[in-house]
């Protein structure tokens, strides 16, 4: 069996899909795929079987409503974790993450890091042809989060990322509790809190060219109550010990 799982998140994907997983298959032809579908109308699920009967290496997981990426990929770890592959890998399925990326990432895992983010606030990272709007959003969330959090990372949201399959397994998914971005930042902040090694490899981050984002103020709202509140409870915690 492949060491490696990737998953593949989809909802209303099916015009990025075969491109993606082809980019995938060509960069990382030693990995699994698994594509983690929440019944797209659109017929990505479909459309992903078809691709998955022709390729060993791709399975689809369907499920049954959309439920959000931070299920989506909870569904996907424990998977990756009962199969028993060494390193899993999060990437969307819109092709704002170039999966030639993915060789380095996994470099730095196998070299001891037990999260390698794929970032854009890094230096040397950066984001090609987001609006002004989303690209301060983007910034200005991630240090806000930094700083309540007193995390290392600079971006906490990004979702290209390589794990150890013992980092991942650290984590207990069912108390990990958000959705959209925040899931994101949750999991690395959990990691980091750990003890766990975490590296940034700087990227650029492409706008999706088809399909639609499913980004909404819900999210950003979310991710903004939660790290303020983690923040706190952090610091209070600290005072306590001290
Ligand atoms: N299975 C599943 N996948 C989802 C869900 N929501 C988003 N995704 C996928 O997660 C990935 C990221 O979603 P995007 O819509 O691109 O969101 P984003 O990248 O944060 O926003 P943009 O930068 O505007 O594209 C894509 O592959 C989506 O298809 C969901 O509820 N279920
Ligand atoms: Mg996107």
Redesign the pocket.
């Known amino acids: 069996m492949a060491d490696v799982l990737v998953i ?6 099916l015009e ?1 899909l075969p491109s993606i997983l082809g980019r995938l298959r060509q960069s990382l032809p030693e990995a699994d795929v698994l594509v ?3 019944s797209s109308p659109d017929g990505t699920g479909r459309l992903a079987d078809s691709l998955a009967a022709e390729d060993p290496g791709i399975a689809v997981l369907h ?1 049954s409503e ?4 931070g ?2 990929y909870r569904a996907g770890f424990a998977h990756a974790l009962a199969a028993g592959y060494d390193y899993v890998i999060e990437i ?3 092709g ?1 993450h170039d999966p030639a990326e993915l060789p380095p990432m996994l470099d730095l895992a196998k070299a001891g890091a037990h999260l390698v983010i794929g970032s854009r606030w890094t230096p040397g990272g950066r984001v090609l042809n ?1 609006p002004w709007v ?1 690209q301060a959003i983007s910034r200005t969330g991630n240090r806000y989060s930094r700083w309540a959090l007193q995390s290392a990372v600079a971006d906490l949201t990004s ?1 290209f990322r390589v794990f150890g399959a013992d980092a991942l397994r650290s984590l207990d998914l069912d108390a990990v509790s958000s959705q ?2 925040c899931f994101q930042i949750e999991v690395a902040w959990r990691l980091e809190q750990g003890g766990w090694r975490i590296v940034e490899h700087p990227i650029v981050f492409v ?2 060219a088809a ?5 909404h103020l819900g ?1 950003v709202i979310e991710a903004l109550l939660r790290v303020t509140i983690w923040g706190a409870a952090s610091r209070a915690s600290k005072r306590r010990r001290t």
């Open positions: 593949l998140p989809t909802y209303n994907e990025s983690v579908d929440d499920r959309k439920g959000g990426l299920r989506a969307d399925a819109d704002s987001w989303r979702g959209g971005y706008e999706r399909g639609h984002s499913k980004m999210i």
